[in-house]
Each structure stands twice: as C-alpha cells, then as structure tokens.
C-alpha cells in the first residue's frame, strides 16, 4: 500500500471495477452475546449440540461444558445433566428452557427473564 507504484496499481484495478476490499457489514446479532458465558444441557429441540454451541458464538457468545460462577445462563434441554443443573442452582445461575434459548438468540441476555 505504501509503495507509490503499487498504490497506482491498485487505484487503475479498483477505477476499472475490480473489487480490492471486502465490504464488511456487520450484522446486529453478531455482537448480542459478548461476555455472555452460556451452558447447554440435554437436548435442545431444534438444535444439534454444534448448532446450538454455533448460534452462540456467532452472537460473541461463548460455551462452556461446565457450570461456574462466570456463566450467565444454563438452557436446559431434555434430559438436562442433574449435576450441571444442580451446580447452577447452588451458584444462583438462571436455569432456562429451550424456548427462552430461542429469545437470547433473537434479543440477547435482556430477551430472558429466568
């Protein structure tokens, strides 16, 4: 970029429609999870364990496999782990069902009311 022969270059690239630079539009759901620790539990209906773990982290969430004073939110599924769901209780971590799951993906951490 520095170089006045390549800034030349990349300016008659670009002026006959060459597309250097990505555009990058950032979508308002990309960042509705940052700093939100989240738990997942038993079977989350419409959901693979990987598809779950994924829709949190594409908000700037972040999964864990086990329960600490750090997580925000344990969803429990079907057939939720009892020892993740006991450990939740004795810290104070809100413990929600698959369909509070959907609102923190579609409105954030505000979206649940455990």
Not at 72 to 99: F, R, Y
């Amino acid at each position: 970029w520095d170089d006045p022969v390549n800034r030349e270059l990349i300016d008659g690239l670009e002026a006959a429609g060459v597309r250097i630079r990505d555009e990058v539009s950032v979508d308002s759901t990309s960042q509705l999870l940052a700093g939100v620790t989240v738990v997942v539990t038993g079977t989350i209906e419409g959901f693979s364990r990987d598809e779950a773990k994924a829709a949190v982290e594409d908000r700037g969430g972040k999964v864990t496999g086990s329960v600490s004073s750090k997580t925000a939110l344990v969803v429990a599924g079907d057939s939720p782990g009892s020892a993740k769901v006991t450990k939740a209780q004795d810290l104070g971590v809100p413990i929600v069902d698959v369909a509070a799951f959907r609102r923190l993906l579609d409105g954030g951490l505000d979206a649940v009311n455990p």
